[in-house]
């Protein structure tokens, strides 16, 4: 449950591990990052903790709670860029000019190691472990937690879990080498990484078992589940590897112990809401369906009785004439219903051609 740090992430961690090891001079200069939001908090509240001047470079699109965390913990925030690389590029360019000291945000020892210090408390409290998800964005959370656990358990699975919407690691994977790639608009922002790291690959490829990819949708049930059973918000990029249980990216038996490393959930409050409608389409307990019935009155009070009777609950109702394929006699009707999941939608739809109406599931 990294996602109950200080800052909310597990990037607590390796963030002050860095901190510590630097030179007395090197604390006092201080220090300089490009963050998209998560590394940047923790680097910001350690360094206000340990009295180590902290600047963060940060996309004008990084989530607007993640920046005023950021400047709340005591970090000069600088905006530049709309990605992460461009935001990279000026922070290279004050750490030049100010003779700041660069912490990477994954690629770099100490960063490594403070990350591994998950596994260790894996294997501390859970000692009968099989198998650990872990999400993989530049690969040093899953690189410390595979050294801490394989050198000393080597038959423990670790596997790694992406966005299919930034699937860099197994990229470089499948090409034995670091490659870039583009990525595209996810949930899973905090691991939305065009390239691995070059001392992450390595470690990757001698330890992680397998790597796995989500896809939206089920990020999005995913946040719903633990939103709903576990009572515990979980940004996207934490959300991926219970998404891969859920989605069955990743199979494991009935007696098997899996740990699912929730890395973060510093997740903008303002898209919550959105998530949580995503979530709900997937999970089959919201749904539109587009009904066609004769243009008359008295159809559409027909209409919403049946689906009362079928024990669902119409949210909206709206009338298509002119942009839907029907004769002129006839009305499509979209209606947006809550119910009770993927099969009672079946049963409602069942029911309505029944009753003599052409349904279908509405996009």
Known sequence: MENLQRTGSFKDRGSLNRLLTLAPEDQARGVIAASAGNHAQGLAYHGGRLSIPVTVVMPVTAPLNKISNARSYGATVVLSGTSLDESAEEARRIAEQQELVTVPAFDHPDIIAGQGTIGLEILEQVEDVDTVLVPVGGGGLISGICIAIKEARPQVRIIGIEAKAAPSAKASRDAGEVVRIATADTLADGI?????????????????????????????????????????????????????????????????????????????????????????????????????????????????????DAGANVLEVYHRHAYADISLGEVEIVIQVETRGREHVHEIMRELRRLGHSVAEAT
């Open 192 to 308: 939305a990484t065009k390239r691995i790291g070059d001392l992450t690959f390595p470690l990757m490829q001698r330890y992680v078992d397998d790597l796995v990819a989500v896809g939206e949708a089920e990020i999005a049930a995913a946040i719903l589940l633990l939103l709903e059973r576990e009572k515990t918000v979980a940004e996207g990029a934490g959300a991926v590897v219970i998404a891969a249980l859920l989605s069955g990216a990743v199979s494991c038996g009935p007696d098997a112990t899996v740990v699912a490393v929730l890395s973060g959930g510093n997740i903008d409050i303002n898209m919550i809401s959105r998530i949580i409608d995503r979530g709900l389409v997937f999970d089959g307990r919201a749904a539109r369906l587009a009904v066609r019935v004769r243009d008359r009155p008295g159809s559409l009070a027909v209409l919403t009785r049946a689906v009362a």
